[in-house]
């Protein structure tokens, strides 16, 4: 569903065109990467939502509670589980396949996070490019108006790209230099 644009650019919505735009290429492209998952990684995420919910912990309540009670002495029951070592290797074994489901998930999602931490710094550095090339022509207009702030110390620093490699060595060095901090 498109957004009505206003003349100014603005949607119906109060955002800009472009960001309703960006918006609806994001959703389709998690539309488009959720059709592409397997099988197996939606069954998966699935079991992790089940999981994950607050139905997942009533049944497991109601069911350890009557597993538990039934085989209490004194209970009127037949005692199928009496010192509850079925219950213990049950509860083992659907937690040795809980976290494997779990840890499916997080990694699909940590690769998710990887893609758009790359995403992110792609879109930073051009936006520090791009900044740094108005400083420099805002600089030289400046100059050839003769305005006094076209001479600020700080012009020609601002003006030097950010190399991202030189930025990490330097962080990597001071994180050695002062570990923990």
Do not use: C
Request: aromatic residues 6%; glycine residues 4%; without cysteine.
């Amino acid at each position: 569903m498109a957004a009505e644009n206003r003349p100014n650019g603005e949607t119906v919505s109060g955002l800009a065109g472009v960001m309703e735009r960006n918006i609806r290429a994001l959703l389709e492209r998690r539309r488009a990467e959720s059709d592409r998952k397997s099988t197996e990684v939606r069954v998966a995420d699935a079991i992790t939502r089940f999981t994950g919910s607050m139905v997942f912990v009533y049944i497991h309540v109601v069911v350890f509670g009557i597993w538990i009670v039934a085989n209490l002495p004194g209970v009127p029951v037949p005692h199928f589980d009496p010192s509850y070592v079925i219950l213990a290797m049950f509860a083992s074994v659907e937690a040795i396949f809980l976290s494997t489901f779990v840890l499916i998930s997080q990694n699909r999602m940590s690769q998710q996070a990887d893609k758009r931490a790359d995403l992110d710094l792609q879109v930073s550095l051009l936006a520090e490019h791009e900044v740094t090339r108005l400083i420099t022509l805002v600089k030289a207009i400046a100059e050839k108006l003769e305005i006094e702030a076209s001479h600020d110390p700080e012009l020609p620093e601002l003006q030097k790209d950010v190399e991202p490699v030189r930025v990490l060595d330097v962080m990597e060095e001071n994180e050695r230099q002062y570990p923990g901090v």
